[in-house]
């Protein structure tokens, strides 16, 4: 059972930028994603990699701003954030999918984080 640690959330304002990382329990040569929730709303994709990092997919509302990255030799995967707005408030998932190529589909993955809060106020 692979084990997620998101970590860099946090109050940032508004235009500002804001990097996320996870830490996986194991080295895992699968497609890694990230995830958020608002409060009172459902959990949405936000972006994904693949294996060995050559191929990403991200949301509309991430492109040009969100970019996702990994370091297999740390276990590592990252949500660089940009041009942050207060809809980008949310708790952030890092999760599992054990497929070659990401996916924007929440029931493909396996294994998730608890999830880093970000605020972002106005």
């Known amino acids: 059972q692979v084990q997620l640690v998101e970590s860099g959330g946090g109050l940032v304002q508004a235009g500002g930028s804001l990097r996320l990382s996870c830490a996986a329990s194991e080295r895992t040569l699968s497609t890694l994603g990230w995830f958020r929730q608002a409060r009172g709303k459902e959990r949405e994709f936000v972006a ?12 509309d509302f991430a492109e040009g701003r969100f970019t996702i990255s990994r370091d297999n030799a740390k276990n590592m995967v990252y949500l660089q954030m940009s041009s942050l707005q207060s809809e980008d408030t949310a708790v952030y998932y890092c999760a599992h999918a054990p497929t070659a190529f990401p996916t924007g589909q929440s029931t493909s993955y396996n294994y998730w984080g608890r999830g880093t809060q970000v605020t972002v106020s106005s």
Do not use: C, D, K, Q
């Open 48 to 59: 994904a990699i693949s294996r060995l990092g050559a191929t990403t997919y991200n949301a």
